[in-house]
């Protein structure tokens, strides 16, 4: 299977890389990027780096390195200097894209492209919704998963939405309790980028929009059962 993956230089994003390296059912990973990724990651011969400095735009030459891609791990992180705006059409029109470009090929095997989209805890999709904190940000996600979600509900698109919603993301190596992990709300980031990389080709049947409890629940299953395959 071959996979496109954003963010990859980021926290969340290298741990997504370094699992989707690792997994046999995983043939080749496309990295769009804005900066080179370091060795020997980009020495991988798993790994293909696309540098794209303009996230609205994905000329002919970006295209064709991407054919054959049937799922896209949207992990994108930008910088807080960022508008809300931007984040709201790099994925969309990312999505969009795809959805265009990528995803009519899977039609004909009886498939579908997956956006698996990294979203995040308490996203809020009525943005006429007054909010007690953190109102910009978490209708930002909540606008960004009612386009993806518009976007598969059109007949030509061909695409599946899956969404993760974790709370706070620590570290694998972490020394907070399990217990206390759960009850806080968080995900340790193996976790996360399990449940992230599994999305990619598991049949998921039902909702498709995951809370951190799902996430990590499912997220765990994947790293015991991966664990156990080698």
């Known amino acids: 299977m071959k996979v496109i993956l954003t963010g990859s230089t980021g926290f969340i994003g ?6 989707a390296i690792d997994r046999p059912f995983i043939t080749s990973i496309i990295c769009i990027t804005r900066r080179a990724l370091p060795e020997p990651i ?8 696309i540098i794209l400095k303009d996230f609205t735009s994905y000329p002919p030459e970006v ?15 930008l910088p807080s200097t960022s508008s809300q705006t931007t984040e709201i059409e790099y ?12 995803a009519p090929d899977l039609k004909s095997k009886g498939e579908k492209f997956r956006f698996v989209y990294l979203s995040g805890m308490l996203a809020n999709r009525d943005a006429s919704k007054k909010l007690w904190f953190l109102q910009e940000k978490r209708t930002m996600k909540g606008t960004i998963e009612n386009g993806l979600l518009e976007l598969e509900q059109k007949e030509e698109s061909n695409i599946e939405i899956i969404i993760a919603r974790p709370g706070g ?13 759960g009850l806080t709300k968080s995900i340790k980031v193996d976790e996360l980028a399990a449940f992230l990389v599994m999305s ?3 049949k998921k ?6 809370e951190n409890d799902a996430v ?3 997220g765990r299953l994947a790293l015991v059962l991966w664990s156990s395959a080698e």
């Open 205 to 210: 049947e039902g909702e498709r929009t995951l």
């Open 169 to 181: 993301v620590l570290p694998k190596a972490t020394i907070v309790p399990d217990l206390l992990v």
């Open 42 to 49: 980009s020495g991988n011969p798993k790994v293909k780096v």
């Open 200 to 202: 990619c080709t598991a």
């Open 14 to 19: 290298s741990e997504i890389l370094a699992q």
């Open 91 to 102: 994925t969309l029109t990312a999505a969009t894209t795809f959805s265009q470009h990528l």
């Open 63 to 77: 295209l064709s390195q991407l054919s054959g891609a049937e799922a896209c791990i949207w992990a994108l992180g």
């Open 216 to 218: 990590r629940k499912a």
